[in-house]
């Protein structure tokens, strides 16, 4: 198993940007895919994007597609998620994951390893 660490939340007005960095211990790091997830207050956490383990395919949760961009630099052993055009409505924790299930799921149980996550706040 890699064990993850979140960073780069923070405080943005809508309509601006953050890039998520999660950093992953681990010789196996490039083999694992990846994904991003966040939970509101109030509300279950919710899939938001995964990466495959080559960092060049990619799917996304319908609330963020063409907003958000995710990749992966495996010679540092980080995943990032690049966050564009913010809405309030992003506000959440968000944590990434590694993807211990097939390819293609969009469920917290297939995803195994888990990050502490970081706050992104998004004020209007």
């Known amino acids: 198993q890699v064990q993850l660490v979140e960073s780069g939340g923070g405080l943005v007005q809508a309509g601006g940007s953050l890039r998520l960095s999660c950093a992953a211990s681990?010789?196996?790091?490039?083999?694992?895919?990846m994904g991003w997830f966040r939970q509101a207050p109030g509300k279950e956490r919710e899939f938001v994007a995964a990466?495959?383990?080559?960092?060049?395919?990619?799917y996304y949760s319908n609330s963020v597609k063409g907003r958000f961009t995710g990749s992966r630099d495996n010679a540092k052993n980080t995943v990032y998620l690049q966050m564009n055009s913010l809405k309030p409505e992003d506000t959440a924790v968000y944590y990434c994951?590694?993807?211990?299930?097939?390819?293609?799921?969009?469920?917290?149980?297939?995803?195994?390893?888990w990050g502490q996550g970081t706050q992104v706040t998004v004020s209007s």
């Open positions: 994951a590694a993807m211990n299930g097939d390819w293609g799921s969009r469920l917290e149980a297939n995803f195994g390893s």
């Open positions: 681990g010789r196996t790091f490039s083999t694992y895919n």
């Open positions: 990466i495959n383990w080559s960092g060049r395919i990619f």
